[in-house]
């Protein structure tokens, strides 16, 4: 079985700054790590993934994301955050299989 | 163009109906899902279909039945509607890749449903 903790559930920063959200997970098989981000009344659009290789990843908007495997983490961070950047985020994990797990999603409030 | 789309998008409909989602994708996938997302955004796989083949199925009521007519259509019909099935329903497709690895997900718009 896999989980997936996103350890905030609301993020406020102001524009300009620095933003990390945080994702943790749990699997007994290997599994792919992605995050999404949904924008107001939308479907989810794939910020970036981990399936293998180089352990930090760039993804759109300038968010990138470092796998640890040690630390079983996967946080996405972005070193300047836009008001555009407000929306819903989450991390997700996938198996072999095809089954995916969803944390419960972090609500990023970008202000000016 | 639409790479996954949904129909409709908003469907208000009364407790006890039966209703259907439709879900279309042009990426030339092989596997195609359903998610619910309840009002608090939790997100949670319902079912996933690898070339026609149901292959996910999760502890979802079997008042929920998808059905796949051919690789590119994952439609959800929903009978005997409750006041607990009121979600957003996004349909997804995917393509598995090299050792069974499966690749990113695409997210159609959502289907936003009220039961009353």
């Known amino acids: 079985a896999q989980s997936v903790t996103q350890l905030d559930s609301q993020v406020p920063v102001f524009e300009e700054a620095p933003v990390e959200l945080r994702c943790n997970y749990s699997?007994?098989?290997?599994?792919?790590l992605f995050w999404y981000v949904q924008y107001p009344n939308q479907g989810l659009q794939l910020l970036l993934k981990?399936?293998?290789?180089?352990?930090l990843v760039k993804g759109i908007n300038g968010f990138e994301a470092e796998f640890n495997k040690s630390q079983t983490s996967f946080h996405l961070r972005k070193p300047s955050v836009h008001i555009s950047d407000t929306a819903e985020y989450f991390c997700?994990?996938?198996?072999?299989?095809?089954?995916?797990?969803f944390g419960d999603g972090t609500t990023l409030t970008v202000k000016p | 163009d639409t790479a996954v789309s949904q129909t409709p998008k908003y469907l208000v409909t009364q407790m006890g109906n039966d209703k259907s989602i439709k879900c279309e994708q042009n990426?030339?996938?092989?596997?195609m899902y359903w998610y619910k997302q309840d009002s608090k955004k939790f997100l949670k796989i319902m079912f996933s279909?690898?070339?026609?083949?149901?292959?996910i199925n999760e502890t979802v009521p079997n008042r929920f039945s998808p059905k796949s007519p051919d690789k590119a259509h994952l439609n959800l019909h929903i009978n005997s509607l409750e006041l607990g099935d009121s979600a957003v329903y996004f349909c997804?497709?995917?393509?598995?890749?090299?050792?069974?690895?499966?690749?990113?997900?695409?997210f159609g718009p959502g289907t936003r449903l009220l039961v009353l």
């Open positions: 997700a994990v996938m198996t072999n299989a095809g089954k995916s797990t």
């Open positions: 981990y399936l293998s290789g180089s352990t």
């Open positions: 990426l030339g996938h092989d596997t």
């Open positions: 699997s007994s098989v290997s599994v792919y």
């Open positions: 279909y690898n070339n026609k083949e149901l292959i």
């Open positions: 997804a497709s995917s393509q598995i890749i090299g050792g069974g690895a499966q690749e990113t997900q695409y």
